[in-house]
């Protein structure tokens, strides 16, 4: 069993368009993570939940909206696609805020 | 905010060399986790430091904190072929209302060429 799950893998979508990634894990942690990758592999934070409570909220446009309906799922909704959006967005969790991520395989996002 | 300076970014090698990453850092962290990726896959967790000086072996792979815990290396001796990867630190918060954040280095690509 995946113990981070997140789809779809790859999105191909237009500029302007809203698309969804959902994530789910099963390792019984209380805080999920979204990540995004950019072109260069460097990793920066996104958003934080601890047991379905926005914890981190670093500075992303308001396009961006998480939703935790309980601590094993975490989705992001992203509204009016920008070329700049594409990235692969990585959901990830921990049984602690300082322990060791567990990461998703990551979702490709491509604006065209 | 917390910057962790990551090199070199690129890094690429015969089999059998030796080879060290470096993580640097104005800031304290309470700990250091290094993680290597894969194409398609999320990182993986390799090790965590904790304390300052503290070094740990993973087989061919050498990790060091440093003394002041504001940075870490990551040595690896006679490099193979299945060590190719993207490896990233990442410094771990442990205060105020930034508990729970990890900072991450800019991530090295490691190519080792049989």
């Known amino acids: 069993d995946t113990a981070v799950s997140q789809t779809p893998k790859y999105l191909v979508t237009q500029m302007g368009n809203d698309k969804s990634i959902k994530c789910e894990q099963n390792?019984?942690?209380?805080?999920m993570y979204w990540y995004k990758q950019d072109s260069k592999k460097f990793l920066k934070i996104m958003f934080s939940?601890?047991?379905?409570?926005?914890?981190i909220n670093e500075t992303v446009p308001n396009r961006f909206s998480p939703k935790s309906p309980d601590k094993a799922h975490l989705n992001l909704h992203i509204n009016s696609l920008e070329l700049g959006d594409s990235a692969v967005y990585f959901c990830?969790?921990?049984?602690?805020?300082?322990?060791?991520?567990?990461f998703g395989e990551g979702s490709r996002l491509t604006v065209l | 905010t917390q910057l962790l300076e990551q090199s070199p970014q690129f890094l690429s090698i015969q089999e059998g060399e030796n080879l060290t990453v470096y993580c640097n850092s104005s800031?304290?962290?309470?700990?250091l986790q290094w993680y290597r990726q894969e194409p398609g896959e999320g990182p993986v967790l390799l090790v965590t430091v904790v304390t300052g000086g503290e070094v740990k072996k993973l087989k061919r792979l050498t990790f060091q904190f440093g003394d002041a815990r504001k940075d870490s290396s990551l040595h690896i001796t006679a490099a193979q072929p299945g060590d190719t990867g993207l490896y990233l630190c990442?410094?771990?918060?442990?205060?105020?209302?930034?508990?729970?954040?990890?900072?991450f280095g800019q991530g090295t690509i490691l190519t080792v060429h049989p």
């Open positions: 800031s304290v962290f309470s700990s």
């Open positions: 990442a410094g771990v918060n442990a205060g105020g209302t930034s508990y729970g954040k990890l900072t």
């Open positions: 390792l019984g942690h209380d805080t």
């Open positions: 990830a969790s921990n049984p602690f805020p300082t322990g060791e991520l567990f």
């Open positions: 939940y601890n047991n379905k409570e926005l914890i």
